[in-house]
């Protein structure tokens, strides 16, 4: 508003500026723009709280679903840690029951070898003993006594060899063991064959002396002329 040209010091202005203030129209319409302006700040600030809060909760939101896409992945972490760890605990596991196992299957393997060899070779040297015994039978009987004892020595000895045998192959596989069976009966039967006719010439050398004895006894009894 400005002053009047008749008004210097704008005393009649100041007045008629009071007259319209103190007017109730004027003081009505202030009113209402104030009350107005009041509801429209009021409205600014519950919207602005409202935005407000809502980007709180919106905020809240995304840092508890971060929290727990990092849980979820750390979970998945941890968990895919321990599947490796069982993994290798099993792999290195079942490494060392197959390292075992072919230990043992090796061992065993072996063992059985050595069982077989050493049965083929008590039959071989039993069979060579049978040989030079039948032939020595059938060569000559000489010295009853000796001949009596080195019976004894021989028949003991091829029950010992027989028992080894026997004891080797209790050790052996059921398969390589009823493969040798028949080649261990056979050499029994020889051995029984071999035996007997040990034992039958110690009977017909003990029935010789003993008739020599009785012989010689017999002149002993005559008297004498």
């Known amino acids: 508003m ?9 005393t009649t ?16 319409v202030f009113h209402q723009r104030n009350k107005a302006v009041k509801v429209s700040k009021s ?12 980007d709180c909760k919106n905020l809240k939101g995304i840092e508890e679903n971060s929290h727990a ?39 065993t393997l072996g063992g059985h070898r050595i069982m ?22 059938n060569r000559s009987w000489g010295g009853l006594c000796e001949q009596i004892e080195q019976g004894k ?3 003991d000895g091829i029950l010992d060899q027989l028992h080894k045998i026997k004891c080797y192959m209790r050790e052996l596989p059921a398969s390589n063991r009823a493969e040798m069976l028949p080649c261990f009966s ?28 009785n012989a010689r006894f017999h002149e002993l009894a005559t008297p004498l002329l």
């Open 186 to 213: 056979r050499l029994c039967a020889e051995a029984d064959i071999v035996m007997s006719k040990i034992t039958d010439c110690m009977k017909t050398q003990i029935d010789e002396y003993q008739s020599r004895v």
């Open 116 to 137: 077989s060899k050493k049965a083929k070779s008590h039959m071989a040297d039993l069979r060579v003993l049978l040989e030079k015994e039948m032939a020595r039978i």
């Open 69 to 107: 896409a990092n849980e979820e992945d750390q979970n998945e972490e941890n968990d895919q840690m321990d599947d490796n760890e069982r993994s290798a605990s099993n792999t290195e596991d079942g490494r060392l029951q197959i390292l075992k196992i072919k230990d043992f299957g090796i061992s």
């Open 2 to 10: 400005t002053m009047s040209r008749d008004d210097p010091d704008g």
């Open 153 to 155: 020595k021989k028949i």
């Open 43 to 54: 409205k600014e600030r519950t919207t602005t709280v409202k935005v407000q809060e809502k």
């Open 13 to 28: 202005v100041v007045s008629e500026r009071q007259r319209f203030e103190s007017n109730p129209a004027f003081q009505f």
